[in-house]
Nanobody, 114 residues
Framework: QVQLVESGGGLVQPGGSLRLSCAAS????????MGWYRQVPGKQRELVAT??????YYGDSVKDRFTISRDNAKNTVYLQMNSLKPEDTAVYYC?????????WGQGTQVTVSS
């Protein structure tokens, strides 16, 4: 069964840090491009970061604060989030793409509030 399962979300104060994890199953993880997206109610889903091979890409709003990484041996992609701001509050989704295969996780809530 093809599945992406996110974890690590929660409530954090402004300036704090969180690390999200996304565990993949049912796919050859190493050949997929992986990404993190986020969405708030009433807005379009926003690209946060992607990792394809050794190349990483970040959305402008998270550059220099977030870091995406992957461990192919563990079939897991991570998102380290530092210096969090209230505007980072969203549901964060994991994504795996290869060709026509486009797989999404169920999402994990991140809330940044004092």
């Amino acid at each position: 069964q093809v599945q992406l399962v996110e974890s690590g979300g929660g409530l954090v104060q402004p300036g704090g840090s969180l690390r999200l994890s996304c565990a993949a199953s049912g796919i050859i993880f190493s050949i997929y491009a992986m990404g993190w997206y986020r969405q708030v109610p009433g807005k379009q889903r926003e690209l946060v970061a992607t990792i394809r091979g050794g190349s990483m890409y970040y959305g402008d709003s998270v550059k220099d604060r977030f870091t995406i990484s992957r461990d192919n041996a563990k079939n897991t992609v991570y998102l380290q989030m530092n210096s969090l701001k209230p505007e980072d509050t969203a549901v964060y989704y994991c994504n795996a793409v290869r060709g026509v295969n486009d797989i999404w996780g169920q999402g994990t809530q991140v809330t940044v509030s004092s």
